[in-house]
């Protein structure tokens, strides 16, 4: 099982988004268990803990906002580096938004040139269109195979991630809200 990290806009309204995905990729089943945290700055305080264990980061910036491609360097990347336990993480930035490239603000190269300079792979998409969507997450799946510490990292981190996630749904379901 490999453990994702996504901070981006893709999250729900509560902070965080949990979410398990089947993927086969170089003849491996795997399990992905993806943290889908909102790159919101009011969910900072509660999403710094997920970064602790996950083998892969996925920052994605959309290219019709030059602020969410700033964001990048001015907050994401030091995110990452206060928060990840796992020196050999993979990194992936991923540009999205391509469908709309009539109000594209962030090129292809500069992001590109972004992801070069912080050791990152690289990829664009579009949500919208699906493309490269699967590609992503393939790609950041073969280069985590190819690091075993991040295998052998894996197995206990997602353990204990996933009894935190449980410890989460038991409280949530247990917590009355102001209507109630």
């Not at 509560?14 to 089943?29: Q, R, S």
């Not at 493309?131 to 510490?149: G, M, Q, T």
């Amino acid at each position: 099982m490999l453990m994702l990290l996504v901070p981006c806009t893709w999250a729900l309204c509560t902070g965080v988004d949990f979410k398990i995905k089947f993927l086969t990729v170089g003849g491996k089943k795997l399990k992905l268990t993806i943290w889908d945290t909102a790159g919101q700055e009011r969910f900072r305080t509660i999403t710094s803990s997920y970064y602790r264990g996950a083998q892969g980061i996925i920052l994605v910036y959309d290219v019709t906002k030059r602020e969410s491609f700033s964001n990048l360097a001015d907050v994401w990347t030091k995110e990452i580096e206060a928060n990840s336990t796992n020196k050999d993480c993979i990194k992936m930035l991923v540009g999205n938004k391509v469908d709309k490239d009539d109000e594209r603000m962030v090129t292809r190269e500069e992001g590109l040139a972004f992801a070069e300079e912080s050791g990152c792979l690289f990829l664009e998409s579009s949500a919208k269109t699906r493309e490269n969507v699967e590609k992503c997450f393939e790609e950041l799946a073969l280069k985590i195979l190819e690091v075993p510490s991040l295998l052998e990292e894996g197995s206990s981190s997602v353990v204990k991630r996933n009894n935190l996630k449980q410890k989460q749904e038991s409280h949530a379901k247990n917590s009355y809200g102001c209507c109630q």
